[in-house]
């Protein structure tokens, strides 16, 4: 819509990372600078951090597009929580080797050999982790032994870490991640973009996608988008792809600031329907793209008010009175056994009748143990019912907005359809 409206020749703020959009801002072509550096050592490891949609991704595609890949070898990886062994096999089929099984001395063995064949062919390899914040300490110990790799005294891989800013902390802090530390040869956090910078991106972005100079941006836009999205590239993309999309909408030429809130609106209204309920039923108060907001905002379902270890010491009281009343129904149970079994015996008659008694007591007990965890749990699963209610109620209003948005999108383009077979 905005592409036949405005002429472009590709999507200039698409979310995915992309290289022909990149931006050397100036805390970019400050890790350009580190990157370079670290590459040209051909060992060891090169970290960078950075907020969300800071454009690491993007960064390391950039990068990537650089390499000679008759030089270099690059294999990708986008990690999810994975342990040591785990990150083993990853890297074996990243580096493409049909590594069968879960064995682990295998893939190491096949990623050896990998390694050593490449070096022999003139050409060194390349490991780019992205969301290293994932990776256990047991992972990152295993990427930092396959660091290890030499042919002769020549380096095998190199490790490229991209991650959130927790990635940096749990480098920092973690103590046995020692020998890593000492191996990295650059570092570097990426900031986000200065105020006077976010002009330049959005004008760099929209002549790669072919911008003709419509439209054109009013007085005050970018200093409320840089206010609204912190500086992040990606928030960036968000906010200006759906100033775009409502620009074309309208048929507007000149992008102002009204515009522009009415956009910043929408979003927080959609941010609303997702935002947890607060206290009396009202919902929190959205604050738009705001970092510490984010880190303060508590879980959708808050933690059981319940004190487990009152769960706990109930169930315990009750296997203690069970084995009790289990150990007095052996002493029963030995004692009719052993006693004269002559017909109308009122001792053996007596005996079994405690045998039953003692049973039906563990039955009853056992029954008033699960009816108590089930009255303590019982305001706790009310209450998730209540949050599950919201969700649907929620859902409902998205998808009705929705079908709405679409309709408009019907409509629009039918009127243009229509305005062409006039035409």
């Not at 809130?261 to 329907?273: K, N």
Request: glycine share 6%; charged share 25%.
């Amino acid at each position: 819509m905005q592409d036949q409206f405005y002429g472009f020749t590709a999507k200039p703020f698409q979310l995915t990372p992309d290289p022909d959009f990149f931006f050397r801002s100036a805390t970019h072509r400050k890790a350009l600078s580190y990157l370079g550096y670290g590459l040209a050592q051909g060992e060891g490891f090169i970290v960078i951090t950075g907020e969300i949609g800071a454009g690491k991704s993007t960064l390391a595609a950039h990068t990537i597009r650089s390499l000679d890949e008759n030089q270099v070898t690059v294999a990708q990886v986008v990690t999810s929580h994975l342990d040591g062994e785990e990150i083993v096999h990853v890297v074996a089929r990243a580096f493409g080797l049909p590594v069968s099984g879960h064995d682990k001395a295998t893939a190491l063995g096949e990623i050896e050999a990998f390694l050593h064949e490449e070096a022999r062919a003139g050409r060194r390899c390349l490991l780019v982790v992205d969301e290293s914040q994932n990776l256990s300490v047991s992972a990152l110990e295993e990427l930092r032994m396959l660091s290890n790799f030499q042919l002769g005294s020549h380096p095998l891989l190199q490790v490229l870490l991209l991650g959130q800013p927790e990635f940096r902390t749990t480098l920092q802090n973690e103590p046995s991640l020692e020998q890593l530390r000492q191996r990295i040869i650059a570092a570097h956090h990426l900031e986000p973009m200065q105020p006077d910078e976010v002009e330049p991106y959005v004008l760099h972005r929209l002549q790669k996608a072919g911008w003709q100079g419509n439209p054109q941006f009013a007085d005050g836009v970018f200093a409320e988008l840089y206010e609204a999205s912190g500086g992040i590239p990606r928030k960036v993309n968000q906010i200006v792809n759906r100033l775009l999309m409502l620009g074309s909408l309208d048929h507007v030429e000149t992008l102002d600031v009204e515009l522009l809130d009415q956009v910043l609106a929408e979003m927080a209204s959609e941010t609303a329907h997702l935002a947890p309920v607060g206290a009396g039923g009202q919902p929190h108060k959205p604050q738009m793209f705001s970092e510490a907001s984010a880190e303060a905002e508590p879980a959708r379902f808050a933690a059981p008010a319940i004190d487990p270890q009152l769960i706990d010491d109930l169930l315990a009281e009750r296997d203690v009175r069970i084995a009790e009343l289990g150990h007095a129904l052996d002493e029963l149970a030995a004692k009719a056994e052993n006693s004269p079994k002559a017909e109308g015996d009122t001792d053996q008659e007596a005996i079994h009748e405690q045998i039953a008694e003692l049973q039906h007591a563990v039955l009853d007990l056992s029954g008033q143990a699960e009816e108590s965890v089930k009255r303590l749990l019982t305001p706790e699963i009310e209450a998730l019912r209540a949050e599950m209610a919201k969700l649907e109620a929620r859902t409902f209003e998205q998808e009705r907005t929705i079908r709405q948005t679409l309709s408009m999108l019907i409509e629009w383009i039918e009127a243009e359809m229509d305005s062409s077979k006039a035409a």
